[in-house]
C-alpha cells in the first residue's frame, strides 16, 4: 500500500496557507477600503451604500448640486478593470447645450484634414477639448481665467471627463482606499464647481438648483 509524498503534503499546507493568508489580507483591505468611504460620506452629510457584487456609492449634494461618486466595471481589449467616477452639477452657470471633453487621436487625425470642432478662441483650450454647441455665453466662461485653468486641470486629474448637458462626468482607473484619496478624487471637480460660480457672480445662497 502507496502513502502520499510528505514532501507534496507539505506542498499542499504551504498553498492553503497561503490561500488564507492572501483572503485575510483582502478582506481587511476590502472592509478599511468600505470604511473609508463611510466615513467620507457621513464627514459630508452624503449617504454611502454598497452593493453584493462589490461596488460602492456615494451620495449627496454638493453646494445644494447633485454628487454621486461610485465605482463602475469596464471591459475592453485589457480585460476587465474598475474605474471610479464622479458626477456633478454644474448648475446653469455653463449653458446646457455645451459639449465639452478632451480631444482624442481621432479629432487631431481629422484635423490634419481640415476637419476641426467648434473653438473658443484660446489656443490651449482648442488643443485641448473637443466642443460642441459653443455659443458666446459659453465661450466668454471658458474664457474666463479661473474657468480655464480649472478646465485645464480636469485633463490632468482624470483619465477620462465630460461635460454634457451641465453634467460633469469624470473617471479614475481604481478605487481610492483613504479618505485623503477621495478628498483627492473630488477636488477638481469642486474646484471647477467654484470657478464657474465664481465667474458667474453667484453668491453660495444663489447656487440652490430650483426644484
Do not use: C
Amino acid at each position: 500500500m502507496s502513502s502520499g509524498s510528505p514532501f507534496s503534503f507539505v506542498h499542499v499546507l504551504l498553498v492553503l496557507a497561503l490561500i488564507a493568508v492572501l483572503w485575510f489580507f483582502t478582506s481587511r483591505a476590502r472592509r478599511e477600503r468600505h470604511e473609508a468611504w463611510s466615513t467620507f460620506a457621513a464627514r459630508n452629510d452624503w449617504v454611502f451604500s454598497k452593493s453584493k457584487e462589490g461596488g460602492m456609492e456615494i451620495q449627496g449634494l454638493h453646494q445644494e448640486r447633485q454628487l454621486s461618486v461610485l465605482t463602475e466595471s469596464r471591459h475592453g481589449g485589457n480585460g476587465h478593470r474598475i474605474v471610479t467616477v464622479v458626477r456633478l452639477e454644474l448648475g446653469d452657470a455653463l449653458p446646457p447645450e455645451l459639449t465639452l471633453e478632451p480631444e482624442g487621436l481621432g479629432d487631431r487625425f481629422m484635423k490634419l484634414f481640415g476637419v476641426k470642432d467648434e473653438e473658443v478662441g484660446d489656443a490651449e483650450l482648442d488643443e485641448a477639448l473637443d466642443l460642441q454647441h459653443v455659443t458666446p455665453e459659453s465661450r466668454a466662461v471658458l474664457r474666463n481665467p479661473r474657468v480655464r485653468e480649472r478646465v485645464l486641470a480636469l485633463r490632468d486629474a482624470y483619465k477620462r471627463f465630460s461635460i454634457v448637458g451641465g453634467l460633469l462626468e469624470a473617471e479614475q482607473d481604481g478605487v481610492p482606499d483613504t479618505v485623503a484619496e477621495l478628498d483627492t478624487l473630488v477636488a477638481p471637480a469642486f474646484a471647477l464647481s467654484r470657478a464657474l460660480d465664481e465667474a458667474a457672480g453667484l453668491s453660495p445662497e444663489e447656487r440652490v438648483v430650483p426644484a
